[in-house]
């Protein structure tokens, strides 16, 4: 598979704008099968877009909003950016969903997958999904969604992806899909053939706060009880913000972090962002789930955390790549928007860790996400599990 990577920074003429991204990709050889990722800042009228550019690329162009983006040159701020991938041996199959709600997005993304399977000639060996995150409203969980993916797929598929993001209004993401534009959608981009995806994810999780409590009653991603009290309760007692319900701008900073156990006795960390409390029944709802019988305990998060955690993806990723013998052309990158606002007045911080370190045939994209869709490895069998991350920085090597 073959990759490039396009950028403007126009914004406010569409035309100009495509007709930038398509004069980069003039000397671009495009195979039998291709796709174009592309993310852009939510104010971008995406349709209109799509129009100019679908005159020339006859091929499916989808993606989502995203609060900035990250290039190989590093921290690119708004602006629209496509990845081209095209290739002899692949195949892609996209769709994506109508809008969606709690009661009916497991039956549609059920009935996407299985439409979009029966297109390829062989198994899929990844998933790209982004989606719209309606789990403060409707309460469905990043997890849930992954989940529902995953058991469509047969559980046998790789999931990468996240939730579009906007500029913290949580309004104004979309996903996007050959021109039709939704809020509370799923995206699903199913590849056969010759690719051997590899994947990381590390979150800037170190230093822990004085808050471990065993979650003793939950439901998906709201947690009623901590030890011998409600989670309310447990927040007061630890001197923790409690005075308003939409606490997702207060606790962006302050990762819980949980160990989720599985069957077969592997077991995986990962980190929760807290959204909403609930003072009638001292619950607390968070962006993913927390089972019960899970330790949670608090990450205290540095600007110093979030730039080791990249360098150290990177190495990682590197290192996957130099191992293998497949040819690597493309690198997709999620960071998540609370990481963001952790690096404060400096952005580039973060990029910094990677710029100069990227090998001349690889090509990067990345966004900032409100959760991060990415395989992680058991830490007994070394098995992969598609799980939904929060405060994480996730790579996918193609």
Not at 42 to 49: C, I
Not at 291 to 301: K, R, T, W
Not at 302 to 330: L, N
Request: aromatic share 10%; proline share 3%.
């Amino acid at each position: 598979m073959d990759s490039i990577v396009l950028y403007t920074e126009e914004i406010d003429d569409l035309k100009e704008a495509a007709e930038e991204l398509l004069a980069q990709a003039e000397d671009f050889p495009l195979k039998k099968n291709s796709l174009a990722l592309f993310f852009t800042e939510e104010e971008v009228d995406f349709p209109e877009l799509y129009h100019l550019l679908a005159a020339h690329w006859k091929f499916p162009i989808v993606g989502c909003t995203s609060m900035a983006l990250l290039g190989r040159q590093g921290y690119l701020g708004i602006g629209v950016s496509v990845m081209l991938l095209t290739a002899d041996d692949c195949s892609f199959a996209v769709d994506m969903t109508g809008e969606l709600s709690a009661e009916t997005f497991r039956e549609e993304i059920t009935w996407t997958y299985r439409t979009l399977r029966s297109q390829l000639p062989s198994q899929p060996k990844l998933i790209l999904s982004y989606g719209g995150m309606f789990a403060t409203d409707q309460n469905v969980s990043g997890d849930e969604m992954v989940d529902a993916i995953d058991t469509a797929a047969g559980g046998t598929v790789p999931i990468f992806g996240g939730l579009a993001a906007d500029g913290f209004n949580f309004t104004g993401f979309r996903v996007f899909c050959n021109g039709r534009s939704v809020k509370n959608g799923q995206l699903l981009v199913l590849i056969a053939g010759n690719i051997s995806p590899k994947f990381v994810t590390i979150n800037s999780v170190e230093n822990r706060a004085n808050f471990s409590y065993e979650v003793t009653e939950a439901r998906h991603n709201q947690v009623f009880r901590l030890g011998g009290g409600t989670f309310l309760e447990a927040l007061e007692r630890e001197d923790m913000a409690v005075d308003k319900s939409d606490v997702v701008g207060d606790y962006l900073l302050s990762p819980f972090v949980l160990t989720l156990k599985r069957k077969n006795g592997d077991c995986v960390e990962v980190a929760r962002n807290l959204s909403w409390l609930d003072h009638e029944t001292g619950a607390g709802a968070f962006l993913g789930a927390v089972p019960e019988g899970s330790i949670l305990s608090v990450g205290i998060i540095g600007r110093s955390d979030v730039q080791k955690s990249v360098q150290q993806a990177f190495d990682k990723i590197f290192a996957e790549i130099a191992a293998s013998p497949h040819k690597y052309t493309a690198l997709l990158c999620n960071s998540c928007c609370a990481r963001f606002l952790a690096l404060a007045s400096n952005p580039k911080e973060e990029t910094d860790a990677y710029v100069n370190r990227l090998p001349a045939d690889i090509s990067l994209l990345g966004i900032y996400a409100y959760g991060e869709y990415c395989p992680e490895k058991g830490n007994k069998t070394g098995e992969y599990y598609n799980l939904f991350h929060n405060f994480t920085f996730t790579i996918l090597a193609l």
